[in-house]
């Protein structure tokens, strides 16, 4: 059984640029969340995806969206990049979109300049 | 305002010895859920164990078990015989029935010692 994974593990962007960040969710997961991690800090809510439809986002500005495809897969896209945006950014997968058990990448670690 | 605290930034155990990690949290929901993440160096976060909020019996995992304490919001999680592998970060989180979105604590650093 494949876990989730993530793409890049790692990249640096300037101030101003747009990044993608990709997600391959679990076998058989058909919800995906993206959570931030800023250094030192406990994960937060982004948004989730469930059969390609946004259904929950939490208290990040418009310029933060996503895109779930039909194999469940995922991205995360960041426009205007900036410096606070520097972070680990995680993909989580779910068999469910109401349990909170989720199922994690290793994230991808964005610097900001 | 929904919260989760972890009032413990570090902890340290010894080898097969008990250690136990604190956790509040604040909601005005009665029904949710609670959750223990373990995030090694690696990364990678796992589900530790899992407690649903109308349940009077705490959760139990192998050699992870929590005291929830509903009245008084609060959630703890006790690790038996600890193990180097459980070396990690600890998280507190709930979520909101019906819901995935997880409201996390700032987190616990255990070390454990040979």
């Known amino acids: 059984e494949t876990g989730v994974t993530q793409s890049p593990t790692h990249l640096i962007k300037t101030r101003g640029q747009q990044v993608t960040l990709r997600c391959s969710s679990q076998?058989?997961?058909?919800?995906v969340s993206w959570y931030q991690q800023a250094l030192g800090q406990g994960p937060q809510f982004i948004f989730q995806?469930?059969?390609?439809?946004?259904?929950g986002r939490g208290n990040f500005p418009p310029r933060f969206s996503g895109l779930q495809f039909p194999n469940y897969s995922s991205e995360l896209n960041v426009n205007a990049l900036e410096l606070d945006d520097s972070a680990l950014y995680l993909c989580?997968?779910?068999?469910?979109?109401?349990?909170?058990?989720?199922?994690f990448g290793e994230g991808s670690r964005l610097t900001v300049l | 305002a929904q919260t989760v605290t972890q009032s413990q930034p570090e902890m340290s155990v010894q080898e097969a010895e008990t250690v136990t990690l604190s956790c509040t949290y604040d909601t005005s929901e009665s029904d949710y859920y609670l959750f223990w993440y373990k995030q090694p160096p690696s990364r990678q976060m796992i589900l530790v164990i899992r407690q649903e909020a109308y349940k009077q019996q705490n959760a139990t995992e192998n050699r992870f078990s929590v005291n929830f304490q509903k009245a008084a919001k609060s959630f703890s999680l006790k690790i038996s015989d600890s193990q180097l592998g459980d070396a990690a970060m600890y998280f507190c989180?709930?979520?909101?029935?019906?819901?995935?979105?997880?409201?996390f604590g700032a987190g616990t650093r255990l070390a454990v010692h040979p």
């Open positions: 989180a709930y979520s909101v029935g019906g819901y995935n979105k997880l409201i």
């Open positions: 076998s058989g997961h058909n919800t």
């Open positions: 995806y469930y059969r390609e439809e946004e259904n």
């Open positions: 989580a997968s779910s068999p469910r979109t109401d349990t909170g058990e989720l199922f």
